[in-house]
């Protein structure tokens, strides 16, 4: 019997995400070409926190919290899964910067794209430079700007090293550097590790697995922002990597298998 209910659940609340989906659809086709600023971001930050909500994730927010009126600030997050795009957004409006393969999902790639996502394509070692130079735009612009520097998802019991290549934007504008530490935990304050989108699980397997949670603990603690004057790249990555690494109170570990996930020649 708990099976089915639970089962019941999962399909009701992901006939509210889709439902959710498709309003998201007609407000940046009807709604987002006409708004500027401020009412852009409010509009983009509900849409976001009523994903969360349909997907029963408590938001728990913390620290140096920022404003609708900050402006040009690179926000830096750890990485766990799709969820904290949702999460950060809700809290903040950003402009992501997020592997192109994120484009390929159906509605939420274009939702994204829609939104002001700048995509990578990480195989490409040049396609790098170029993503540097339009978070720079972005940020000389006024955007907020968000980056994950660990180049891929963790399971949420640890972080992996940050590599510099995209924090280059801040060292070009001379832009803040905001350290965001992220974590999903469970009712002991244990890692939720099942809300992660990592290794070889599927899309497809991680949507089940969330909507299936009972309820999920999101903490987002912002830290005081790094200024970058006197700093390059590689030094406001490590500032930013202990900073995330101490507030979420999670171990710096090497990624498996490799070295690097985004091409720096500086690690």
Not at 213 to 221: G, K, S, V, Y
Request: hydrophobic share 45%.
């Amino acid at each position: 019997m708990l099976q089915l209910l639970n089962r019941f659940r999962s399909f009701w609340r992901l006939s509210r995400l889709a439902l959710h989906l498709g309003y998201g659809i007609a407000i940046a086709v009807l709604v987002l070409p006409h708004l500027q600023g401020s009412r852009r971001q409010r509009v983009i930050g509900t849409w976001s926190a009523h994903v969360l909500h349909i997907l029963k994730v408590r938001l728990i927010v913390t620290g140096m919290l920022p404003t609708v009126d900050e402006r040009a600030m690179l926000f830096v997050a750890n990485h766990v899964s799709w969820l904290d795009i949702w999460a950060i957004n809700a809290v903040r409006t950003v402009r992501f910067i997020a592997k192109a393969e994120l484009r390929a999902w159906p509605v939420i790639g274009w939702l994204s794209q829609q939104a002001g996502t700048i995509f990578i394509r990480r195989a490409r070692r040049h396609d790098t430079s170029r993503v540097s130079v339009a978070g720079a735009e972005a940020l000389r612009g006024g955007d907020c700007v968000c980056v994950f520097p660990e180049g891929t998802t963790t399971d949420g019991t640890c972080i992996y090293p940050f590599k510099s290549s995209l924090l280059q934007s801040a060292v070009e504008a001379q832009a803040p550097v905001w350290p965001v530490a992220l974590r999903y935990v469970r009712d002991d304050g244990s890692a939720n590790t099942a809300v992660a989108y990592a290794g070889d699980t599927t899309m497809k397997q991680s949507l089940w697995s969330i909507l299936g949670q009972h309820e999920i603990f999101a903490h987002l603690t912002f830290a005081q922002p790094i200024q970058p004057e006197g700093r390059n790249r590689r030094q406001l990555a490590q500032a930013a990597e202990e900073v995330i690494s101490s507030l979420a109170r999670l171990p710096v570990r090497a990624a498996p298998g490799t070295a690097s996930d985004l091409p720096d020649a500086a690690r």
